[in-house]
């Protein structure tokens, strides 16, 4: 076992982590990072001799060796595939992040983007030569404001927080067009992290606004909050509690007759795409994860696509570049002058081919009726999980959810078991865990999306082990157990507090770190 390996190694001992001589267990491989293999002269490929030339790097030249290690080919492969083995994927299994939407991503849409002409296409290429892709991401932003009910889009935000983004500066621009001067913007409490750093991004002071006991906006509180400073509102629709916000036309009106903008975050369209428009509940401005509702790769840290739709009122200020349509075909606004008021340029070019491809993929074979039927399936998947655990778990609030199931750790008190235990016992039944200690509002969240994808009988099982896990925690005297998992994981559970105040960030090898000692 690797030094890294040791540092990683169980709280507990490594001992008990490792009890095979190699560190392997079955078929779960132990494999040492790849700087701690290998040998200086062996190679994988062969590569001339590289001509000696003068060096015009000054003082900064490198002193001793790079440090590369020496692999061979199948060392190279060996490696990779075995990492690639230790990572949870929704190809492996139910992903039941809340707030996440980690849904199937159907092959179609991975065959079509891999199309030639689609997956070659360059953004600098002359636009004669690439009409058929700018008439592919016109059909997509034409079916995005449909779906939306909003009469324009902006397709260049590369992620859902760059479409935040997009949407701010929008009615940051309408609002300096009209020459007023407006300073704060209201953010529910259980709103994603995204939406009050956006708003700060952008200028604004932050005003919280309070949920009330149905886990929605409190109505109230947030008439108390208005004013002619008030630049807009930033709402999740469905709301972070996976619940459908029952105000939300009200609160729409009442941003409006204030001068006030509707920002709504479209993480959970998801749940209503299809069934609801959001510009007929007086929206003014929403990004679409394209990753969340319509099934393209989600993490990895991209490439994303954030689409933003605006409402009549702020359609003038949508950012360069964009796709037109005129008599001679596609053509691309690239001018910050021929965009009448936009607020200028967001990104160097217009958009994620890869993601728009797969996009229109799903919907043109989802059509209108299966879109429809996304979000029902959705919705009802998260219901059925809350039917039949509310009498194990906790729900945090009364009545059905929308697409996500949200409780609280009610149902673990007095155990000695906490949301992070409960999850990581999971972990030794095959699961990712869920969402957890998200939204805020909810003491000890544990939030579930089990999206439209999966079959009940991936559900069920899912809801036995979690009822199996809720009875063995109120038994009483399962707090250590429950504190040793994960058992069967390439890694225990790592000392979090030491983790985040000593963070190991770097590699050393073996003699420069005894060196240093000495």
Known sequence: MSDWSKALSSFEGAAENMPTMTGNLGLQLEEPLIFEQGEDGRTGVDLPDVPKVGSKLGGLARKGAIGLPGLSEPQVVRHYTRLSQKNYAIDAGLYPLGSCTMKHNPRLNEKMARLPGFSDVHPLQPVSTVQGALELIDTLAHWLKTLTGMPAVAMSPAAGAHGELCGMMAIRAAIEAKGERRTRVLVPESAHGTNPATAAACGYTVDPIPANERGRVDIEAFKAKLGPDVAAVMITNPNTCGLFESEIIEIAELIHSVGGYFYCDGANFNAIVGRVRPGDLGVDAMHINLHKTFSTPHGGGGPGAGPVVLSEALAKFVPVPYVVHGKDGYSVVESEGAAEDGFGRLKAFHGQMGMFVRALTYMMSHGADGLRQVANDAVLNANYILACLKDEMSPAFDGPCMHEALFDDTFLKGTGVTTLDFAKAMIDEGYHPMTMYFPLVVHGALLIEPTETE????????????????????????????????????????????AARKPVLRWTPQEQSKDAAD
């Open 455 to 498: 079959s009940k009988e991936a559900i069920d099982q899912f809801i036995a082990v979690l009822a199996g896990l809720a009875k063995k925690a109120k038994q009483g005297d399962q707090a250590d157990w429950f504190k040793a998992a994960p058992r069967f994981t390439p890694r225990r559970r790592l000392d979090e507090t030491a």
